[in-house]
């Protein structure tokens, strides 16, 4: 089938390297023509497993091309992919929807009759609605559908190759049978799909990142309960996550939820539901919210209470700064931001991260950087891990000790060994247990 994707940021680019791969001829659009010509060289402008060799095979195949123009869009297919960033709103409130509204209004002139545009991005309930009512104006006979996204960084294309479900929004039988068409290859490999109204897939996704969100913030109040009681949540956590009905997964205690996706789409979600009458049914997200940013002042609490009340003149050395391990995206990352808290109050921080460098310095200049552990804890008075990298766990606790001033390190992650740090020679602590015998 011939499609466009629309937005190539994290989602327009998995999808148009994804649907080429399946046998889709796929134009890509970006209004950036700098990442429009790295893209059409086969590059990605993104870090992603399985994305660079995917997006250079679909390139030399000819069958994954982009562009800049959306005129170029409507004439190439009658099949479009809205992927394009719907961001926080600077009040912090509601979601911004400028860019999608942009390519509707420019997308909408030159289409034919019987074009089906479809949205990816995480958007308020109803405004696929909303976007038909315009998108009928510009162009009778034309519709709009909704089909969200469900990739998680890091594992962004196998998570589009193989789907735990395929969720279709649609207005009529015909539009979600060009759908089922698009996505045969997963459908024959049995992955579940659910066709719906517009307004019940766009709050699937919500719906679903607000339980997950929710999930963490649960385990993470839990934390705070274990550390007034003197109980240990990670113990607690495995337990209850034993009851399949609870499951483990999304109940680590923590630092906490950031990124691009969580908190935006929480608030984004709250303020929604205030505005069509529902705010009561998802007051406690903003619970959820508040138990999050505490996770980010209780760690920095503990720090400054494990240097004896005061960060003036003190060297910190940050393990990770990415949002989470896997992936070198800095935004919302609450490493950063418990990092950056100690730094204004006058403590010397010095973050490593694997991956995550480049952007960190970007956002953050007024920290300091190293390339490894050693040189980020050389001298340090106390140590955060702040981000689950699995070579933080793959450290020799022993060898870390004889770089830094004082053995003193806070596991806000909660997955370090310990015992083991502690028969290196370490005093370890971590959010929500009693520091071990
Ligand atoms: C999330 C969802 O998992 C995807 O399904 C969704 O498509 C995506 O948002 C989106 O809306 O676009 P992502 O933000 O890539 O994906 O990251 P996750 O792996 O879900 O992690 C989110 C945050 O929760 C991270 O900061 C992570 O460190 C944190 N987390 C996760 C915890 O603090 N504890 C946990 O137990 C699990």
Not at 144 to 160: S, Y
Not at 257 to 268: E, L, N
Not at 394 to 415: E, H, M, Q, Y
Request: hydrophobic share 45%.
């Amino acid at each position: 089938m011939r499609m466009t994707v629309i937005g190539t940021g994290y989602v327009g680019t998995v999808h148009a390297a994804c649907m080429a791969d399946i046998g889709h001829e796929v134009l890509g659009i970006d209004i950036d023509a700098e990442r429009v010509a790295s893209l059409a060289a086969g590059r990605a402008p993104l870090h992603e497993e399985g994305l660079d060799p995917l997006l250079a095979r679909g390139v030399a195949s000819g069958r994954l091309r982009f562009s800049t123009s959306l005129t170029e869009a409507a004439r190439f297919a009658d099949l479009h992919f809205v992927c394009v960033g719907t961001p926080q709103r600077r009040d912090g409130e509601g979601c911004d929807l400028r860019f999608v509204d942009a390519v509707i209004e420019e997308l909408g002139p030159p289409l034919r009759q019987g074009a089906l545009v479809v949205g990816k991005s995480t958007v308020p309930v109803g405004t696929a609605a909303r976007l038909q009512r315009r998108l009928t104006e510009l162009a009778p006979g034309t519709e709009v559908a909704w089909n969200p996204e469900f990739l998680r960084e890091g594992a962004a294309v196998a998570d589009t190759m193989r789907p735990e479900r395929l969720v279709l929004g649609t207005s009529s039988a015909w539009a979600d049978e060009v759908l089922r068409e698009v996505y045969a290859p997963m459908l024959r490999a049995g992955v579940p799909v659910f066709s719906a109204d517009t307004a019940t897939a766009e709050l699937v996704k919500v719906a679903s990142n607000a339980f997950l969100a929710t999930k963490i913030s649960f385990v993470n109040a839990m934390a705070e309960v274990c550390d007034a009681a003197g109980a240990d949540v990670t113990v607690l956590a495995r337990a209850m996550g034993a009851d399949t009905r609870i499951g483990p997964r999304f109940l680590e205690p923590g630092l906490g939820f950031g990124g691009s996706c969580f908190p935006k789409d929480i608030r984004a979600f709250a303020t929604r539901a205030e505005e069509i009458g529902a705010g009561p049914a998802v007051a406690f997200l903003h619970e959820v919210d508040r138990i999050n940013t505490r996770q980010r002042t209780r760690t920095v609490d503990r720090a400054r209470a494990l240097l004896g009340g005061d960060f003036t003149g003190r060297r910190i050395g940050v393990l990770g700064a990415a949002f989470k391990p896997g992936s070198d995206d800095v935004r919302d990352s609450p490493a950063l931001t418990v990092a950056a808290a100690a730094a204004a109050e006058g403590a010397t921080v010095r973050v490593h991260d694997p991956q995550a460098l480049d952007n960190a310095r970007t956002v953050r200049p007024e920290l300091t950087y190293a390339l490894d552990v050693p040189k980020a804890c050389e001298g340090a008075d106390l140590v955060l891990h702040l981000t689950q990298w699995p070579e933080y766990r793959a450290l020799s606790p022993a060898a870390l000790a004889a770089v830094v001033r004082t053995p003193l390190i806070l596991d806000a992650r909660n997955c370090l060994d310990g015992r083991a740090w502690g028969a290196g020679g370490w005093t370890y602590h971590a959010l929500g247990r009693p520091a071990p015998a």
